[in-house]
C-alpha cells in the first residue's frame, strides 16, 4: 500500500515527460491492478485480525474441500500462525506504528537508491527515486525467479532510460543496485544458517519426510 502511495504522490515526476506517454500508461495500468489487488489484501487481513475465530473456520472449510487430506494439518497449522500474526492489526496503536515505520523503512530504501546513484554520472530527484523504489518492488510481487532478477531490473532500466538516462548506465545502476539490495541480506541470512548449525541437504530431507508423512 505505502508503495502505492509512493506512485500517486510522485507521479507528476513522470507524466510531465516528452515521449512517456506509453510508459506513464504501464504505471497508471500497475498502480490500478496493484491498488485493487493490496488494498483488497489489505481489508482481508484487517477483518481476519478483527475476527480471527470465524477467518479460521473459513479457512479449515476451504482447506477441508480444497486441499488433499495427507496435507491438510500442516496446512490448518500454517494457517493457525498466520492468523495469530495478523493479530497486531487488531490493535490502531500497533496499527499505526507499522504504517509509519513501514513509511521510514521504505524513505531509507529511497535513500539507498540515492546513494548508489552517486557512484554515476546522472543525476534524478529523489522524488523520481520514490516513484521508480514503488514501481519497482509492486512488479517484484509478480511471480519471478529467486531474487526478482528480471522483474526488477527490466522497469528500472526502463525508468531510467524514460528520464533521459543513457541505457547502458540505467542498465549498470539497476544492476548493482539490485546487488546491492539482494546480497548483504543473504550474506547474513547465510552466516545465520550456519551459526544456527543447520546443514541445507539435512533441511531439505526433512522437508521431504514431512511432505511424505
Known sequence: VIMIGFIILNLSEVTTLPGAVVFTKTIHIVTLWGSVIFISALIIFLLAA??????QKILFLVIGKTIPKKWRGKTQAISQKFIKGLCSLSSPIDLIIIFFVSIVIWLLETGFYW???HAFP???????LML?????NLFTAIPSSPGYIGTFDAPGIAMLTVFGVNPEISASYTLLLHAALWLPITIVGALFFSKAGLDWSKEIDRANVGRES
Do not use: A, Q, W
Open 50 to 55: 478483527v475476527y480471527p475465530e470465524k477467518t
Open 115 to 117: 546513494f548508489i546513484m
Open 122 to 128: 546522472f543525476r534524478v530527484s529523489f522524488l523520481t
Open 132 to 136: 521508480m523504489n514503488g514501481f519497482l
